[in-house]
């Protein structure tokens, strides 16, 4: 398979899972409900972040923490997205 093609198939799950996670938790991501946490989304996401980095630097990256990698990739979107609705 070409690199461009692993990209394309890599990058369809990626939005695959933020689509079903979307579905799944409504807008949660960008429009966090604020009850116990009092930060906007980019700080959310930024705190989720960090939780999947400290995840990946304390077990490594295996078949147990693949989805970490996936999850990260994911909110790495949305941080993005986030940042841009804030300008």
Avoid at 25 to 41: E, M, N, Q, R, V
Avoid at 59 to 81: A, C, P, S
Wanted: proline share 1%; hydrophobic share 40%.
């Amino acid at each position: 398979m070409e690199t461009r093609d692993e990209i394309l198939e890599v990058t369809a799950q990626v939005t695959n899972l933020l689509l079903e996670k979307n579905d799944a938790y409504g807008d949660s991501a960008l429009h966090p409900i604020g009850i116990f946490s009092k930060g906007d989304a980019v700080q959310s996401l930024t705190a989720r972040i960090d939780d999947k980095l400290m995840r990946i630097k304390n077990r490594g990256i295996n078949d147990q923490t693949e989805d970490t990698v996936d999850d990260l990739i994911g909110y790495l979107v949305l941080l993005k997205i986030a940042i841009k609705n804030q300008k």
